[in-house]
């Protein structure tokens, strides 16, 4: 229930941004996660529990749209891509300390109630964190509120680069104005420069779950037992290997993704990925042979750890990054919520699916199907994702009307400068 809970929450979460702004967004998933996080605790029944996660589900669908956008709005376009990818560090590092805390409950008397109810506090902290912090200077001038919009952007830019960043804001401000009276779920797919980032970033989010990431995530035990470590206790310990990895991965794509770019480190995270899934459907097909030797359960296990350490600095944060700064200002809320929608939605069918279809036709048959889907993601990324790296919003939206309409900007000088930086 937490997924669709997600599901509906960042669905809801691109309306919500774009009526009321990104830092009410933000307090409102800290206030509707930190209450379901109480329910879950303290549920008497299973029905007050599923409630709970619910609840929990909507604040991480809202968070999830929110904390990118926000964070590349308030951005620096040279250091933007760092910036939103540590909204993912957040994740993988978050995903490592639940492993902590729950072992740290293990001993404890009503230990899933305690496992439940802590992870309330971080949205805690975080509402009385986001009190002190600003709204985004673009949404701002998007609302007219010009003064408190510099007040912002006086803290972030230098005094050289404010005052052009003002006037620039200033006059995108009035022409996103006229465009919002059109804006609509309807009109993302009927504008062709906005259908086509919306294909892109959408793929993005759906390649990034069907190519298993959250099935490592998720049954990571069960794989490692899968491939004969029949100690739970030991399955758990090289879980928690994983979940580091995964963290560890991700500081290096902060580094990666605006040095190398978003396009670059895709492709080769997807290259690292495919060659991973290959390793893991060996093992197992080899093991399922018949074959009594061990090797094939550290096989697997290794490739397991590359999987995670090819995919955490490329194809982990490039999907939220991308759509983030793909979308023009009227249109970032409402197509970044739907785009995590699909993200929610595919994440949800691969977690429901993975162990169904690994019984069906075998663990190294499933981990070959997701081979094959990466290399899918890989020619999608290769023909259609352009570089952003470094470039403006503005420059980026033009880069679409030119792909939409051929004609009628200089995109080809844009790609050139994004490729170059």
């Known amino acids: 229930m937490a997924i669709v809970g997600a599901i509906i929450g960042a669905a809801a979460g691109g309306w919500i941004n774009d009526a009321y702004g990104r830092k009410k967004a933000t307090l409102l998933a800290d206030v509707v996660f930190a209450l379901g996080a109480i329910v879950m605790a303290a549920a008497p029944d299973p029905y007050v529990l599923i409630l709970g996660r619910l609840l929990v589900g909507l604040g991480v669908g809202v968070a999830s749209v929110t904390a990118p956008v926000y964070i590349a709005e308030a951005s620096p376009s040279e250091i933007r891509g760092g910036l939103v990818s540590t909204n993912v560090l957040m994740i993988t590092g978050g995903q490592f300390l639940s492993y902590l805390v729950n072992l740290g409950f293990t001993e404890v008397p009503g230990t899933w109630r305690w496992m439940l109810g802590v992870s309330g506090v971080p949205a805690v902290v975080q509402f009385f ?192 990054t991308v759509n983030s700064e793909i979308y023009p200002e009227a249109y970032r809320g409402i197509c970044g919520g739907m785009s995590a929608t699909v993200n929610w939605v595919s994440n949800l069918i691969v977690a429901q699916s993975f162990l169904s279809i690994a019984e069906a036709v075998g663990t190294g048959a499933t981990f070959l199907i997701l081979a094959v889907v990466a290399v899918i993601a890989f020619i999608f990324v290769l023909v259609l994702l352009p570089e952003t790296k470094g470039l403006t919003f503005e420059e980026v939206e033009r880069i679409w009307k030119k792909r939409a309409w051929g004609s009628g900007s200089n995109s080809e000088a844009l790609l050139e400068r994004a490729d170059e930086s």
């Not at 009276?181 to 009109?187: E, G, N, P």
């Not at 793929?203 to 069960?222: D, H």
């Not at 040095?259 to 899934?277: D, E, P, T, Y």
């Open 129 to 320: 964190l986001m009190l002190c912090l600003p709204e985004s200077p673009r949404w701002l001038f998007m609302k007219d509120d010009k003064e408190k919009a510099i007040t912002v952007l006086s803290k972030i830019y230098e005094v050289s680069r404010l005052e052009d960043e003002i006037e620039y804001l200033s006059c995108q401000a009035e022409e996103e104005r006229h465009k919002k009276k059109d804006v609509s779920y309807w009109q993302v797919f009927r504008s062709k420069e906005i259908r086509l980032a919306f294909l892109v970033g959408a793929g993005l989010q759906a390649f990034q779950q069907f190519t298993g990431i959250n099935t490592v995530m998720y049954y990571s035990p069960t794989i490692v037992q899968m491939a004969g470590f029949q100690s739970n206790q030991l399955a758990l310990l090289l879980s928690l290997i994983v979940a580091a990895m995964n963290a560890a991965g991700t500081v290096l794509g902060i580094y990666l993704i605006d040095k190398f770019g978003r396009r670059k480190l895709a492709l080769s995270s997807l290259c690292g990925v495919i060659v991973s899934l290959v390793i893991l459907s060996a093992a197992f097909f080899s093991q399922s042979s018949g074959s009594s030797s061990g090797i094939y359960g550290w096989i697997a296990v290794l490739g397991l750890a590359l999987y995670i350490a090819f995919f955490a600095p490329g194809m982990g944060p490039v999907p939220w």
